[in-house]
């Protein structure tokens, strides 16, 4: 099974609006990324943060890493129609080969 | 600086057959891990490459086998197609030095098996 799951599953938002993405995972972790794929492309990296980081920002990107409760969220500000896309958390094992574990996505649609 | 790049971008196969995809890696980096995405689903790790060898595997059969060449590029081989197989295959490179935890992605080879 996959180590990540985003909640919710799709989100509809007006432009210019705020989007939320959460992602819980299961096991201990060095570090969570959140990747974007437009429309069954490739996968872009958007942003990582380390386990002894609670938060991080990038440009309109805000992430919060809680490893307590083995969780994560993304927030998106001022949201673009092109910000229009699946979004995914990835974990690496801590321990663990050198290779991620995806979620099953978070489908954002931002209606222009 | 040449990003991933994967080979075919589409293919139809019927099952039972046999199928390899080919992936550039990233100028510079020497690590290259196979994903298969399934629709509506995130990527699943295949297997990765490091120095031609195979440097960890997923929770995937055997007749799924990979290759790796001295330069860093790699090949996804699959036996036996079943409908199940199915997906997006995604290779994406790293470098094994300086290694941020980033992945660069190619754009995948979307496989029909049918």
């Known amino acids: 099974s996959q180590q990540g799951e985003e909640d919710p599953q799709a989100l509809s938002i007006q432009e210019g609006e705020n989007a939320t993405m959460n992602c819980s995972y299961k096991?201990?972790?060095?570090?969570l990324q959140w990747y974007r794929q437009n429309s069954g492309r490739g996968l872009v990296h958007l942003i990582l943060?380390?386990?002894?980081?609670r938060e991080k920002h990038s440009g309109r990107l805000r992430v919060t890493l809680d490893t307590s409760k083995k969780s994560s969220s993304l927030l998106i500000t001022a949201s673009r129609a092109a910000d229009t896309a699946s979004y995914f958390c990835?974990?690496?094992?801590?321990?663990?080969?050198?290779?991620?574990?995806f979620g099953t996505g978070t489908r954002l649609t931002v209606i222009p | 600086e040449t990003g991933v790049t994967q080979s075919p971008t589409h293919l139809i196969k019927t099952r039972g057959q046999q199928v390899t995809l080919r992936c550039s890696s990233q100028?510079?980096?020497?690590?290259v891990s196979w994903y298969q995405q399934a629709l509506g689903q995130g990527p699943q790790f295949i297997f990765q490459y490091y120095r031609e060898e195979e440097n960890g595997r997923g929770n995937f059969p055997p007749r799924f086998s990979g290759l790796q060449f001295p330069n860093y590029s790699s090949e996804l081989n699959v036996n036996a197609l079943e409908l199940d197989d199915s997906a997006l295959y995604l290779c994406?490179?790293?470098?094994?030095?300086?290694?941020?935890?980033?992945?660069?992605f190619g754009e995948g080879s979307r496989l029909t098996v049918l």
């Open positions: 096991t201990s972790i060095n570090n």
């Open positions: 990835a974990t690496d094992a801590r321990g663990g080969a050198n290779n991620l574990f």
């Open positions: 943060i380390r386990s002894n980081e």
């Open positions: 100028s510079g980096h020497n690590t």
């Open positions: 994406a490179s790293s470098p094994r030095d300086r290694n941020t935890g980033e992945l660069f």
